[in-house]
């Protein structure tokens, strides 16, 4: 072979492999492993979420081990600003707004992989909040009933075992006032008490 052969060939093997790693890239980015975080604004989100979804802060919600399929969801809601609280869509419309429909799906996965947060009742509250949380009150349904007998939830059903008390806190109180819209939370929240999202939060959080 000559050498201008040679070259070419060498060229074309150049340009295989090149492609080939831009192929192991994207599938890299969309498929991540678990624990690895996706290289698609990562930093953004551990900001405030924290590196594994773990946020420091008591009213930024915890995405470890929350369900994918929820978290797409929840991403994609943002978008509608007539379904959202204000403080939330203030910090998540821009982001919603700027990211790919393989990024949401990446970041979800990620998510969803890492260990959940488990609760740390808070007695005496806690043990009222457990029985309203499994056998409901007069115009309250059974929490259980949607998200699980140990609030685990399930597909978009959120997990709210182990959540921040402040964030679950807030989060029923926008479904009562319709500040966050959605039409299996915001007849239930509606009829509960401060007291009783007090005793709710208390069995299910963990700070």
């Known amino acids: 072979m000559s050498i201008s052969g040679q070259v070419t060939q060498l060229s074309k093997v ?16 969309a498929n991540p492993a678990p624990g690895v975080l996706p290289g698609s604004v990562t930093e953004q989100c551990a900001s405030c979420h924290g590196r594994t979804g773990d946020s420091p802060s008591g009213k930024v919600p915890r995405l470890n081990g929350q369900h994918k399929a929820y978290l797409i969801q929840r991403l994609k809601g ?41 609760p740390a009742p808070k007695p005496p509250l806690a043990a009222k909040g457990e029985a309203l949380f499994h056998l409901g009150a007069p115009g309250v349904p059974a929490c259980q009933q949607c998200h699980g007998a140990h609030g685990a939830g399930a597909a978009t059903t959120p997990r709210i075992a182990g959540q921040h008390a402040a964030y679950l806190n807030q989060a029923l109180i926008d479904f009562s006032t319709q500040a966050r819209v959605s039409a299996t939370m915001n007849h239930p929240a509606l009829r509960l008490t401060d007291r009783q999202i007090n005793e709710l939060v208390a069995y299910l959080s963990n700070d």
């Open 78 to 118: 943002f978008l509608d600003l007539t379904r959202q609280a204000p403080h939330a869509s203030y910090v998540m419309w821009d982001v919603a707004a700027n990211i790919t429909a393989e990024r949401i799906d990446a970041l979800a996965s990620f998510y969803a992989a890492q260990d959940p947060t488990l």
């Open 14 to 29: 150049t340009l295989l492999c090149a492609a080939m790693s831009l192929v192991a890239a994207s599938f890299s980015e």
